[in-house]
């Protein structure tokens, strides 16, 4: 959030912290394809402006160890079939990180295909921007509002119950608009669904 | 005339925008062009199975150019001159506004023909030379539409985008005399055919940018549309070409990238349908005296910036407009600059030497569709960053700046963010002060002051009584206790 408005410098210690946290992590699992944008993109350059040797080894260390969570699932630990339940009219949002940064193409279909009892209906305009881009929600709310509209149109016109993505930006940004119109739809993070194991499903 | 054209320039992207959004003709208009164009520019990108190598190949030749700018142009006066044309350095606008004026001036002329160049209405030439007695008459029919209108462009390529025909056969009927005139683009453009054909042939000085500096060759190409620029640049006695110190690229051979990727980019078209390629003067065939002036006008300030540097790669397709999702919902106007969308975002406050169009980084959601569609591969997003760091470092000289509600806004969260106790903290914080601001649906429905920005239209989850680590907690609690295992 620092980086992305500005706040360059203030997101250096944030950046230095999380590069110390999981210094000794095996594996870093990110629930979050633009947190994972940010370390990928933006780390290794925030470390270069710093100058300081040791955090731009640090971040080049950590980079190998981090993992979008569906890239983890189906990259890393080869899953695609999670032994998922999960019986409503599913669409799936594609955040702008996870497919202009993260490419993650197809694996959060390859997931959501397995999970029993799910039928995924197919988003329009799936490449158009939610609005969210973080502090711009707010900074530009009147636009954000505009682009937001679209997208819970697109949205409601699939005629799915649950729309899902990789990110929980995208999804409180639509959530907020489909809980405001109250609207039969609800949003829920891709992992929710996939750690669905009865008829009761993720609430 | 609208609050924005009076005010051009002067209003906050956000002020603009609210404006501009509230009038649904123009937001079906631009959704509508810029729609269109997308799926034009799509179909024959697709054709294409070395489109990204075509990328590629074009961002190094700029980036090279830009690396070597001193010399390109060197080269390009050198051989231009030795052609015959005459090559003018202008540092800024107004000188740039002076050379045209005298140029103009020595022929006695109080009437001029102009081809469609956004580097033109950067320095307000039209404006400047109507204070003078002289006027300028645009030929091409979005600029002409545009002039007519006393509007302002709103892309850089379609100019009159935000408006529809409707629009354009009112404006016709009413600046042209034409009460009969009907309302078919066959109509429309019957009108300003006649109504041009005669400046056509009656003027003799015309005045357009350049797509193009070739320095090898010291050639100008321009392409284009509508054939008005074939008619500019062959009819008249005196061509004058305004163009930015970046358009030059280093050899002829190099136009086999450009000529694939901006016509695509554009319209969405293999080929543009004029292509206008010459050097110099050439005796008993078109204009008798030839000038470019190489524009700065704050381009050379940007080159020293390793960050921003690539925004002058740019070949003006205007493809980042097209794609962008904030340009769609308010058209160009809001950005108050002939550059407007993505590319404007970055170059505008640039050439203003982020003295204006300060909110104009922030006038971008980051998606990065600008970037996958660019040419010349421009990172739009990784400059309006370093942009909006610019801006921050601005605001965080002046005391009203440090103390206003984002600074404070932002050092706090930088503080939470920088340890988990602290998170942690602000998280229980966050749980109690919530309270007076849950409605009755059990959500947060309206927040006060900038964040009440959100709620205009959105709802939002309280924070939970319970955060996925202190249940994970409880959990692993619960588990080592000997409870029974999922």
Redesign the interface.
């Known amino acids: 959030m620092h980086w992305n408005t500005g706040y360059l410098k203030e997101a250096i210690p944030i950046i230095r912290h999380f590069v110390d946290v999981y210094r000794d992590s095996e594996v870093v699992c990110i629930p979050s394809s633009s947190c994972v944008s940010m370390i990928r993109d933006h780390y290794p350059k925030a470390a270069e402006e710093t100058g300081d040797v040791k955090l731009i080894a640090d971040v080049e260390a950590l980079l190998p160890r981090i993992y979008e969570f569906t890239e983890l699932l189906v990259n890393k630990l080869g899953v695609e079939d999670v032994g998922a339940t999960f019986p409503h009219k599913v669409t799936y949002h594609a955040s702008c990180h996870s497919m202009r940064s993260l490419h993650l193409g197809d694996i959060p279909y390859r997931l959501l295909n397995k999970v029993r009892g799910l039928e995924l209906l197919p988003l329009e305009n799936i490449d158009q921007c939610c609005g969210f881009g973080g502090t711009f929600s707010i900074k530009n709310a009147d636009v954000s509002s505009a682009m937001l509209a679209d997208k819970a149109v697109s949205v409601l016109n699939t005629g799915a119950e649950v729309c899902t993505a990789v990110d929980n930006s995208c999804l409180m940004h639509i959530f907020g608009s489909l809980h405001r119109q109250r609207t039969f739809v609800r949003t829920a993070h891709i992992a929710e669904i996939l750690a669905s194991e009865s008829l009761g499903g993720a609430k | 005339m609208s609050t924005l054209l009076e005010h051009w320039g002067e209003q906050d ?2 002020t603009a ?2 404006e501009l ?1 509230a009038d649904s003709q123009l937001r079906k208009n631009v959704r509508h062009a810029t729609g269109v164009i997308t799926n034009k520019r799509a179909k024959v990108v697709g054709e294409l199975p070395d489109w990204q190598q075509l990328r590629d190949s074009g961002s190094a030749v700029r980036e090279h150019v830009l690396s070597h700018l001193d010399e390109y142009l060197l080269q390009f006066e050198e051989n231009c001159t030795r052609a015959g044309g005459h090559v003018h350095w202008a540092r800024d606008a107004e000188e740039a506004k002076q050379i045209v004026l005298s140029l103009i001036q020595a022929q006695s002329v109080k009437e001029i023909l102009k081809i469609k160049s956004m580097t033109t209405e950067e320095i307000h030439l039209n404006q400047f030379l109507d204070e003078h007695g002289i006027h300028a008459h645009e030929t091409d029919l979005a600029e002409l539409i545009i002039q007519l209108g006393k509007d302002k462009p709103s892309h850089i390529v379609v100019p009159a985008l935000h408006k529809n025909r409707q629009q354009v056969r009112e404006l016709f009927v009413r600046e042209m005399g034409l009460p009969e005139l009907g309302d078919q683009p066959q109509d429309l453009t019957a009108a300003a055919r006649s109504y041009l054909r005669e400046k056509f042939l009656r003027l003799s000085v015309a005045v357009c940018g350049a797509n193009s500096l070739i320095a090898e060759t010291g050639g100008v190409c321009i392409v284009e549309s509508e054939g008005n620029g074939r008619m500019c640049l062959t009819l008249p006695k005196v061509l004058i070409s305004v163009a930015g110190i970046e358009k030059v690229i280093p050899r002829f051979q190099d136009l086999e990238i450009f000529w694939q990727t901006l016509p695509r980019s554009a319209t969405g078209e293999r080929m543009n349908p004029y292509n206008s390629l010459w050097s110099g003067i050439h005796k008993g065939d078109g204009p008798e005296e030839f000038h470019v002036i190489l524009l700065d006008n704050g381009r050379s300030s940007i080159l020293y910036d390793k960050e921003a540097k690539q925004t002058l790669k740019c070949i003006r397709c205007g493809a980042c407009q097209n794609a962008c ?2 340009y769609k ?2 058209g160009g106007h809001a950005y108050g600059s002939v550059y407007a969308g993505p590319i404007g975002a970055i170059l505008t406050p640039q050439l203003h030497k982020m003295e204006q169009g300060s909110s104009l ?9 600008c ?2 569609v660019c040419p010349v591969k421009i990172n739009i997003p990784e400059v309006l ?1 370093h ?6 470092e601005q605001e965080q000289e002046t005391l009203e700046g440090k103390l206003g509600p984002w600074n404070i806004g ?2 706090a ?2 503080q939470i ?4 106790w602290k998170l942690d903290l602000a998280q229980k914080a966050g749980r109690i002060g919530q309270k007076p601001f849950i409605a009755k649906s059990g ?1 947060i ?1 309206n927040l006060p002051w ?2 009440g ?2 709620t ?6 309280p924070l939970p009584q319970q955060s996925f680590r202190e249940w994970w907690a409880e959990r692993e609690k619960a588990t080592t206790k000997g409870d029974s295992n999922k």
């Not at chain 2, 942009?387 to 921050?392: I, T």
């Not at chain 2, 205009?456 to 989850?461: A, E, G, S, T, Y």
């Open positions: 992207f956000p925008a609210r959004l999702p904030v919902q308010t980084p922030y006038a971008s959601s980051l998606c990065g569709a970037y996958e960053i942009l909006r760091g610019k801006v921050v932002m050092q969260a930088a963010f920088s340890d988990g959500f429905e900038m964040l920005g959100w205009q239209v959105r709802d939002l989850r």
